[in-house]
T-cell receptor, first 113, second 110 residues
């Protein structure tokens, strides 16, 4: 069990560029969550998948954000036309369906210049 | 008003002290309560999980939930400098998304 992994760990981009992050959950977990954390705040829920189905999206997830989990394993989170306000730590977590304990990855830290 | 309130600190204590960390919440539907520890620039690490009301102990850590008061606590006994981190409370009405507090930054000095 290697835990949840996320890539890249850091990303610096210019405003207006597109970025994509990847999350690999714990292998036997069928649920995968994305959260965003800004400095001095707790993580905020963005969206989650059960297998390949996206079951819930937060209103924080604007039209510029899209997440996929095509084969029910890894997931990608894409941000189009990045804005400075998108600068944050993007966290991925996974769990078993019906289990309340979520395990987090190390996060991808995004800086939009 | 946020659903989960947590004092951001920082809380500074000497090594060996008993630390008390707290959160209050407004949603009476919350049933699952967790505490995560987050070191600087790292992902949150699950410390304790409690379902509904009651106490749970794991080594130096004790989690308490008082649903009647909508108040949860984490106690750390014999605190160590390695306990210096941000402690996040999180809760949920079901097994879906977690609602987090802002986190309390703890510093334990030798």
């Amino acid at each position: 069990d290697t835990g949840v992994s996320q890539n890249p760990r850091h990303k610096i981009t210019k405003r207006g560029q597109n970025v994509t992050f990847r999350c690999d959950p714990i292998s036997e977990h069928n649920r995968l969550y994305w959260y965003r954390q800004t400095l001095g705040q707790g993580p905020e829920f963005l969206t989650y998948f059960q297998n390949e189905a996206q079951l819930e999206k937060s209103r924080l997830l604007s039209d510029r954000f899209s997440a996929e989990r095509p084969k029910g394993s890894f997931s990608t989170l894409e941000i189009q036309r990045t804005e400075q306000g998108d600068s944050a730590m993007y966290l991925c977590a996974s769990s078993f369906e019906g289990r309340e304990t979520q395990y987090f990855g190390p996060g991808t830290r995004l800086l939009v210049l | 008003q946020k659903e989960v309130e947590q004092d951001p600190g920082p809380l500074s204590v000497p090594e060996g002290a008993i630390v008390s960390l707290n959160c209050t919440y407004s949603n009476s539907a919350f049933q699952y309560f967790m505490w995560y520890r987050q070191y600087s620039r790292k992902g949150p690490e699950l410390l304790m999980y409690t379902y509904s009301s009651g106490n749970k102990e794991d080594g130096r850590f004790t989690a308490q939930v008082d649903k009647s008061s909508k108040y949860i606590s984490l106690f750390i006994r014999d605190s160590q400098p390695s306990d210096s981190a941000t402690y996040l409370c999180a809760m949920s009405p079901n097994t879906d998304k977690l609602i987090f507090g802002t986190g309390t930054r703890l510093q334990v000095f030798p």
